[in-house]
């Protein structure tokens, strides 16, 4: 879990780079507060004839300076500060964005790595698109958070107090009453400006429900025709396009003249400040070349001010920022068998003992039920719909863990051979086949080196043989988000040949043909029925002649797992 001590502990592992961010950080202050006070001194000492500091030293360097050259000398040194200014600022940026982007790189890791541990049944109560935004919207929250934290907020302390003392050196009056004041202008604009950013994020948020309307509507757009609801959802469209004209008036409107109002509040404050210059020059003997200066700092000042003042706002976004991520730390991971036995070098006995399973929130799905599977056997698995089939197979397979009983594969639990092993060797093949949007080949070999002829092998076993033969890229033809190129059955049958072609010891058809036609069913059995005989096979089924080409057959009643004998047929 993370807490904002835990990360700002981790600075402690840059201590290097962090010093020399803070050092460049110094430097280019140091460097950056006599830039406003150079050229305005000129006034005063060149045009106004008043001899001072500035052109005295300067004539240690130059005899006989003219205005020109006094003018072109300050005007070299005023570039050249601001260009080793601006180095220094890089070179502090670059270590405090090495530092703050590492700290969210491990974040990011930490994130992925435990979703990658996720139980399934947990990742199931997940939506993909909320994990999405949490990993990059708020780890950017934190970066920014950071960022203001570690780097602008010693900068911007910095540099107020070195402004404060020029001010008051200048003036002290004018000082202390620009120093007390200018807080209060910039706070007030700030907070003006703030809540047009809630304005703005209101008007986004109507877009996005018109536009996520608009989207489903065209993706459902087939369904809607086919059901004849075009007038109901063009409807609901036309109503939303509309509520998004009065909410974004309402919205644009507001925020603008918030915006206006905030720029107000601050020219005010300005106009103020000058006057109290001018008023100083009047009635307290400040020359006009200091006064502009005084201008000039009050420009300069604005920044580090709103960047102290944000850092509060920036702390509380992070603040939920750190909630929502250990929202998905806090997520179950599944449990960590070490694996100690492998018992898949062989045909594999799967035995069930006293198993009983339910979902995070549910009633048992499953009770104390006990069966064996025995190797080269083909098993069905039937029962009525909601009945625990698919629930069963995905605990063979290693996908959920029972909360009571055990599973044996060739007389060793599971727990002594760990998840992945016994995922490699069980291969459950579900009814819906997802698939990647990548090649062919990728989505079969799943990025093991696998020869092209043993696929084309296995594609001839489920019948695809002549489709994929006539696509331009063959097996190298990209198959489309989800594998939207290939019909149902296609897609059930990709997962078929894959499992052909990965050779797993436990073979489990979830439905795994249920969208193909009786005889292309009837025939990619025929072909892969020595493939299934030479395993273990469980084939969960409805159709009749599917399940006569089991050796036995179970049934899941009532939370209970009942063998069926003899045969039916
Ligand atoms: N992730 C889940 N979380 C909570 N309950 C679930 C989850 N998945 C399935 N269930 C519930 O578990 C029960 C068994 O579902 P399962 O999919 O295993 O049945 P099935 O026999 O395979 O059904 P079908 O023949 O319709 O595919 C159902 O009541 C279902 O609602």
Redesign the pocket.
Known sequence: MYNFKKILNEIKHYKKEFLLAQIFAIIATLIAIPIPLLMPILIDEVLLKKPGIWTQTISLFFNNCSAFCYILITLLIVILLRGLFVLFNILQTYFFEKITKDITYKIRLRILDHLKHLSI?EY?NLKTGEIASKLISDINTIEEFLIKSVSKFVISILTLIGIAIVLLLINFKLGIFILLLNPFVVILSGKIARKVKKYKKAQNKTISIFQDALIETLELFEQIKAYNKENFFFKKLFKLAKELRDKSFNFSYKSESLNKLSFLIFLIGFEIFRAAGILAVAYDNLSIGLMLAVFGYLWYMMTPIQDIISIQYAYFSAKAAIDRINEILSLKTEPHFENKINPFNKNVKIEIINLSFK??E?DY?LENINATFKPKTITALI?A???????FAKIIAGLLIPNKGDIKYNNTSYTLIGLDKIRENVNLILQETRLFNDTLYFNLTLGKKIDENEIWEALKKVKLYEVVKKWGEGLYTNVGKNGVKLSGGQKQRVAIARALIHKPKVVILD?STSALDIDTEREVFKNIENFLKERTTIIIAHRAETIEKADEIYM?KNKKLIPLTPKIS
């Open positions: 049944n199931e979902y995070k549910s799905i029962g719909s909601g009945g625990g089939k698919t629930t439905e899941i």
